[in-house]
């Protein structure tokens, strides 16, 4: 069965660090990627995503990942977290297949000290 | 234009009853995919809808079901509340399926069930 996996499940970073989060999925064929983010109370919401073409993917808010198909992987990255980036992270994948739909790893919360 | 809206935030049912939870897409967007968010399993698909049609399912048990309107306007059912039923159920759409179209959601704020 697809799946997606988060490895991190919470991380812990001060200021201006550098942010990667990992992202992982298990299905050989055709993929959509996709990360959404939860702040605090509120809706999750689109960072970015991956369809076809260049694999270094830009996001709101200075986000960024990469898809990687022979890893397939998809990892977040943010040179320089702030403390309004405290949120949860989810990762996504979008399996083209005769049912399709959006599967979503466990998540990864942040905490950004300030 | 507006954002996904869903009705109602809170509900609080006791354990047995059904609830019936309502989700109203943006305007124009015409499939709607029903999640189940818990702290230990994270987002569970439940079922997509796309004109009036469900398009597909996950892994669920039948108390859960659902339905989409004309309108694309979409309810989700729960009969039988079981406390593990206890969850914040979230409405996403989509302007197609997921097969045809891009693919991104717009998510509602959810509905926070609590069956007690």
């Known amino acids: 069965a697809q799946s997606v996996s988060q490895h991190n499940h919470h991380v812990i970073l001060s200021e201006a660090a550098s942010l990667e989060l990992g992202c992982n999925y298990s299905?050989?064929?055709?993929?959509?990627l996709f990360w959404y983010v939860q702040y605090p109370g509120q809706h999750l919401q689109l960072l970015l995503k991956?369809?076809?073409?260049?694999?270094l993917v830009k996001g709101i808010k200075g986000f960024e990942a990469e898809f990687i198909k022979s890893k397939f992987s998809f990892n977040l990255r943010k040179p320089s977290v702030q403390w309004s980036d405290t949120a949860e992270y989810f990762c996504?994948?979008?399996?083209?297949?005769?049912?399709?739909?959006?599967?979503f790893g466990s998540g990864t919360r942040l905490s950004i000290r300030p | 234009k507006a954002g996904v809206t869903q009705t109602p935030r809170y509900l609080i049912k006791t354990r047995g009853q059904q609830v019936t939870l309502s989700c109203s897409p943006i305007?124009?967007?015409?499939?709607v995919s029903w999640y189940q968010q818990t702290p230990g399993q994270g987002l569970q698909f439940l079922f997509e809808?796309?004109?009036?049609?469900?398009?597909n399912k996950g892994n669920f048990p039948g108390r859960f079901s659902g339905r989409q309107f004309s309108n694309s306007r979409s309810e989700m059912n729960v009969s039988t509340l079981e406390l593990g039923d206890s969850a914040l159920y979230l409405c996403?759409?989509?302007?197609?399926?997921?097969?045809?179209?891009?693919?991104?959601?717009?998510f509602g704020s959810g509905t926070r069930l609590t069956v007690v």
């Open positions: 809808y796309f004109s009036e049609t469900q398009r």
């Open positions: 299905y050989g064929g055709t993929v959509n």
């Open positions: 996504a994948v979008n399996v083209y297949s005769s049912a399709s739909k959006i599967i």
């Open positions: 305007s124009g967007h015409r499939s």
């Open positions: 991956y369809f076809s073409g260049d694999p």
């Open positions: 996403a759409s989509s302007p197609t399926t997921l097969q045809g179209g891009d693919g991104g959601y717009t």
